[in-house]
């Protein structure tokens, strides 16, 4: 089983749009609707912020939402503020009892 | 309060053996499946090990498997994981993480703050 890819980094203003991508296979993202995403900055533990693929857990704001298509599921994150800047992990069921990360993506507020 | 605290990290040669703890507290730890996660240092994230609520099922990524060993104590509130035939790239951060469903599906919705393991000779 191979990790997810995201994009290493991504960039954006205060208050524009930005959306994370997190691809997989047919195998995992392209089966299974469990795929969730994951907000950890320096010296923190993760922390979760969606889960099966569009679902916000109690607490978390609603400027974050996740989608998916085919095998690529995604991350919106609207209204960017500076405390969004750090590191984005989508992860997924991979089938055949494992668990996927992505590589994770540095996301700079410009 | 709900939390999950890690300890045993350590610095150790190659080839040696180290036990990670994680304590719960604040849920009742029993009706949860559990796992380890892993960071090496600058890196992502990497799935090591889950367990079930109750040691039914446990399953390993293939980078640990036949190394590694994950249990529990559902008395003590605590998750192990022993590891044996450290390597260097074994280096991370090893966080314990609480899974939502009988499956290990990356559905982590309590994390503890992790336990640091170095190997280096």
């Known amino acids: 089983q191979s990790a997810l890819t995201q994009p290493a980094s991504v960039s954006g203003s205060p208050g524009q749009s930005i959306t994370i991508s997190c691809t997989g296979t047919?195998?995992?993202?392209?089966?299974?609707?469990?795929v969730s995403w994951y907000q950890q900055h320096p010296g923190k533990a993760p922390k979760l912020l969606i889960f099966?693929?569009?679902k916000r857990p109690s607490g978390v704001s609603n400027r974050f939402s996740g989608s998916k298509s085919g095998n690529t599921a995604s991350l919106r994150i609207s209204g960017l503020q500076a405390e969004d800047e750090g590191d984005y992990y989508c992860?997924?069921?991979?089938?055949?009892?494992?668990?996927?990360f992505g590589g994770g993506t540095t996301l700079t507020v410009l | 309060e709900v939390q999950l605290v890690e300890s045993g990290g350590n610095s150790v040669q190659p080839g040696g053996s180290l036990r990670l703890s994680c304590v719960a507290s604040g849920f009742t730890f029993s009706s949860h499946s559990m796992n380890w996660v892993r960071q090496a240092p600058g890196k992502g994230l990497e799935w090591v090990a889950y367990?079930?609520?109750?040691?039914?099922?446990?399953y390993y990524a293939d980078s640990v498997r036949g190394r590694f060993t994950i249990s529990r104590d559902n008395d003590k509130n605590t998750l192990y994981l022993q590891m044996n035939g450290l390597r260097d790239e074994d280096t991370a951060m090893y966080y314990c993480?609480?899974?939502?469903?009988?499956?290990?599906?990356?559905?982590?919705?309590?994390w503890g703050r992790g336990t640091l393991v170095t190997v280096s000779s």
């Open positions: 992860a997924s069921y991979g089938g055949t009892s494992v668990v996927l």
């Open positions: 099966e693929v569009n």
């Open positions: 367990i079930r609520s109750e040691s039914s099922y446990i």
């Open positions: 993480a609480r899974d939502t469903y009988g499956e290990p599906t990356g559905y982590y919705d309590l």
């Open positions: 047919s195998s995992d993202i392209g089966t299974y609707n469990l």
